[in-house]
């Protein structure tokens, strides 16, 4: 398993190139959301080697309306994730403005769930055209997102299925699971064949593992048994110091493969 920092949530306290650098010294890759808001020449000139960044900027996967928006801007973004050396990049089921819904909604139909799956058929299409692959992400709106519709993992898996493109996978989020679904460890086997990447934070609290209930080694494991070879995102605040968030994330991931060895 690769192992990644997403920079918007660690070292807050330092200029974003000046996060990346920093993670990426320390032996990770590195996740980003907005890149219109970003230097990406600097980011380039780092060296660090990006895992993901956000994929559009508008408009609703799920939506009829606005669903072309998605599209549209996934296409514009597309030079600055190759210019970075991006190879995921990460949608989520409807739109979100500062992390929160842009027009909630309570309940999902039919439509929604065709659209969504049409959609991110042609966000794959698209990806096959210039070597990346959209992931969807899903969210929890118990806390954070109230209001996203299909945002639950089940459903963004199914949505992933139904889309049936090898450029269309799965953002497991796994912060966001625990607090919607639970289960994380049949989750990620049963959702094996579609991920793209999968992130995790604790709960409660949304900080690195090791800060809350999750077992994350148990998670480690169950990946590794499964024949897991992708990454593993830390999208999560450091609850104190984040050199020492950054320890914590590794040693999550690392010790099971220092019990085999």
Request: proline content about 4%; charged content about 25%.
């Amino acid at each position: 398993m690769r192992l990644a920092v997403c920079a918007e949530m660690v070292f807050t306290d330092l200029p974003f190139v000046e996060r990346v650098r920093r993670i990426h010294e320390s032996g990770f890759d590195v996740e980003l959301w907005d890149s219109r808001t970003k230097d990406i020449s600097a980011l380039k000139a780092t060296g660090a080697v990006f895992s993901s960044m956000t994929g559009y900027t508008s408009g609703s996967l799920v939506d009829p309306e606005t669903a072309g928006d998605v599209v549209k801007t996934a296409e514009s973004l597309i030079p600055a994730a190759l210019e970075l050396g991006v190879s995921r990049m990460v949608v989520h089921p409807a739109e979100l403005i500062d992390g929160h819904a842009a027009r909630p909604l309570y309940r999902s139909t039919g439509r929604m769930w065709s659209t969504g799956a049409r959609t991110l058929e042609r966000l794959g299409r698209l990806g096959e055209q210039h070597g990346v692959t959209f992931c969807l992400e899903n969210l929890n709106t118990v806390l954070d997102h109230p209001g996203i519709p299909l945002a639950r993992a089940k459903d963004t898996l199914a949505l992933v299925e139904a889309a049936g493109h090898p450029n269309a996978k799965l953002m497991l989020d796994l912060y966001h699971a625990q607090l919607g679904e639970g289960n994380l460890i049949e989750l990620v086997r049963s959702a094996l064949p579609y991920i793209g990447e999968i992130q995790v934070a604790d709960v409660p609290g949304r900080c690195e593992p090791g800060t809350g209930e999750i077992n994350y080694a148990a998670v480690a494991r169950a990946l590794a048994d499964a024949g897991y070879e992708g990454t593993v995102g830390m999208e999560a605040w450091a609850k104190g110091d984040s050199a020492a968030a950054l320890d914590a994330f590794r040693a999550a991931f690392t010790v099971y493969a220092e019990e085999k060895s």
